[in-house]
């Protein structure tokens, strides 16, 4: 199979101009994005993906979970497609680049390949898949899920949001319920190219991270139950106190989490209190544990740990006691061909690299377990991510495009 050679690149220009095009769907309040999965938003970004795709000659396919799939035909018509893609969809405070720089990545592959004129062996299929974030609509990597056989299509459109509204009814409500059967299409193989979402790459002025592995995870929804009473007459001694609970139970999740370091994280992210009013004492708490570690045996003792520990507390404070995952997958070991390609096609083009474990999850952690599948990484300023904050330059933008340009070139041959 011939290499592209080491002066084949992307046009990180274009791929910048149409960063910031897409930037300004979905504006949040302090220079990222709110753009949350079906919403209007969502929709608008879409519709420019769309325009975009044709505008490539691409044939555009959707699922029905509203994942969008945008075809460039290949030399051999029998030849399974190399797919390339993340998520346009962002966190409520989210960034400008987490998932749309593997988006619009992808096409800048397509783009290029068009200005080249050259036409791969194996077709090629950029890709947005549906609600990667699981911020509106839990767990995360939702549509990837279903189309990996994770979760049954009726689970994931009964999922709600925080108003109740149902996944299925928001798609039908957007217009991008496709008829496609999820998970009908067959990969040669699936890239993506994300930012770190950490501080590593960039502390050791690497231009690539060749992502080798995933880390595993488990998103805990708890729910304590105790007694609504005034903060003011109630005595200390009769207080059933969900708030106290909760607060007891994050600091525990920080404590175990510490405790299994290395390669270990654990935090309370979402949390509400219940009546949530100033002078009412919380009788009910309901919030999201999110552990994570690459060691699947950490993991577990982690969750074990923590399920015990908040039973103690709960039995110490009188509370009632749920806990009900809403999110899982085992850690990650990516495709040792598709990393291969990401690794040589950095060498080539002269791109500083080093191997990396995912902390976040992807959309490839899941087609990894059908496909064989692999990640390119660029750096973020101060690893900071899921904060309007986030940040990259157009620089680290580039060679990550160049290098997921080789890599996906290579594997569909030319
Ligand atoms: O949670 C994650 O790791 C991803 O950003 N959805
Ligand atoms: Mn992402
Ligand atoms: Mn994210
Ligand atoms: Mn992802």
């Given amino acids: 199979m011939t290499s592209p050679g080491e002066n084949l690149r992307i ?91 593997g988006v619009l990545g992808g096409l800048e592959v397509i783009r290029s390949l068009n200005d080249l004129g050259i036409k791969t062996r194996h077709p090629i299929v950029v890709t947005n898949w549906t609600n990667e974030e699981g911020t509106r609509f839990a767990p995360a990597m939702l549509a990837s899920g ?69 880390q595993g995870l488990w998103w805990l929804e708890v729910t304590l139950t105790g007694k609504d009473a005034h903060t003011g007459s109630t005595p200390m001694n009769m207080r059933v106190n969900a708030g106290l609970g909760m607060a007891r139970v994050t600091e525990a999740v920080h404590r175990i989490a510490m405790a299994h370091q290395p390669n270990a994280v654990g935090a309370v992210g979402q949390a509400n209190v219940y009546p949530n009013s100033r002078n009412v004492i919380p009788g009910k708490a309901v919030f999201t544990i999110d552990i994570r570690s690459p060691e699947l045996d950490k993991l577990t003792s982690m969750r074990e740990q923590i399920e015990a520990e908040a039973a103690k507390i709960a039995e110490e404070l009188g509370l009632g006691l749920s806990i009900e995952p809403t999110g899982h997958f085992d850690p990650v070991t990516f495709d040792e061909n598709c990393v291969k390609a990401v690794r040589d096609a950095a060498d080539r083009l002269g791109y500083s690299h080093r191997n990396i474990v995912s902390g976040a999850g992807h959309d490839a952690c899941w087609i990894n377990r059908l496909y064989p599948t692999a990640m390119v990484m660029c750096p973020c300023v101060d690893g900071l991510s899921h904060n309007e904050a986030e940040d990259i330059s157009k620089e680290w933008a580039t060679a990550g495009a160049d290098v997921l340009f080789h890599a996906v070139v290579e594997t569909a041959g030319i």
Avoid at 43 to 55: M, S
Avoid at 146 to 164: N, P, S
Avoid at 177 to 191: C, D, T, Y
């Fill in 11 to 101: 046009n990180g220009d274009r791929l910048w101009e149409s960063l910031m095009e897409m930037a300004k769907i979905g504006p949040g309040v302090a220079g990222g994005n709110n753009r949350q999965t079906l919403t209007d938003a969502d929709k608008e970004g879409r519709e420019l993906f769309a325009k975009w795709c044709e505008e490539a000659g691409l044939t555009l396919g959707v699922d029905q979970m509203g994942t969008m799939f945008a075809r460039r035909e290949g030399t051999d018509p029998d030849a399974l497609p190399v797919y390339v893609g993340s998520h346009l969809d962002t966190q409520p405070t989210g960034g400008k680049y987490d998932g749309v720089l």
């Fill in 146 to 214: 279903v189309f990996a056989g994770m979760h049954e299509l009726d689970w994931a459109y009964d999922r709600t949001d925080a108003k109740g509204l149902r996944f299925g009814d928001e798609l039908e409500r957007i217009g991008w319920r496709g008829e496609e059967q999820v998970g009908a299409r067959k990969m040669h193989a699936f890239f993506e190219l994300h930012i770190e979402q950490g501080p590593i790459l960039e502390a050791e002025g690497k231009d690539i991270g060749v992502v080798t592995h995933g």
